[in-house]
């Protein structure tokens, strides 16, 4: 009984596993999203390897193993509230005295869909002309703007004029607060409101000077 290795070689006599027969299906990987990497990329270099020399990251959790040593003797400080930032809904970070012994719990809190979209996400300084590059070409798209409905604008429209800046008296008030929105809530809904009436309102002059 021949064994299987045997059979295809009795069925093709002539095939050998070459150079040439192992990379006949290979194909390098080439960069065609985006015409800035792809004019600096290196075909001959690995992806860690590209994305270290660009000055990107190929992972955002970090690589594994580690790339450098910690200095525990020369701690950096730890600023509590922009660490808590970070956190999700159901993250969290215990925190212990010398001793082991925890004195205090860091846990996130969950973020609507407004706080969300009003994140301001700080820019890293660039350390490469790539980046330099790529950030030039993204601060020239369409930069979204914050939509708000005609029913939220008639709803604040009425709130403000009947309380002002007076958020509280806007929660008590069950008849026209009927979706209970928290004091928060109804501040940014107003804010929002406000800034956008505002922006149009600059609209409109410009338009009537020029």
């Not at 190929?58 to 922009?82: A, C, Y």
């Not at 212990?96 to 996400?121: A, C, H, K, P, W």
């Not at 030039?136 to 800046?165: H, P, T, W």
């Amino acid at each position: 009984m021949a064994r299987p290795r045997k059979r295809t070689k009795i069925r093709n006599p002539s095939l050998k596993n070459s150079r040439k027969t192992s990379n006949k299906h290979f194909k390098r990987f080439r960069v065609k999203s985006d015409p800035i990497i792809a004019a600096n990329w290196d075909n001959k270099a690995t992806l860690r390897q590209n994305y270290q020399r660009l000055g990107l990251v190929n992972n955002l959790n970090g690589v594994s193993g580690g790339t450098e040593m910690l200095d525990l003797e020369d701690p950096q400080p730890i600023d509590k509230e922009e660490l808590k930032k970070t956190l999700g809904p159901d993250e969290g970070i215990i925190e212990r005295d010398e001793q082991g012994n925890v004195i205090n719990v860091i846990i996130g809190e969950e973020l609507d869909e407004e706080e969300i979209f009003d994140t301001v996400i700080p820019p890293a300084p660039a350390k490469t002309d790539v980046v330099k590059a790529l950030e030039k070409q993204a601060a020239n798209f369409y930069k979204r703007e914050q939509y708000q409905s005609e029913g939220d604008k008639l709803f604040c429209e009425v709130m403000i004029n009947k309380y002002g800046n007076d958020y509280h008296a806007m929660f008590k008030d069950i008849k026209l607060n009927i979706y209970q929105l928290t004091e928060t809530q109804l501040k940014k809904k107003c804010e929002r409101y406000l800034n956008q009436k505002e922006r149009n309102q600059e609209k409109e002059k410009e338009k009537m000077t020029t």
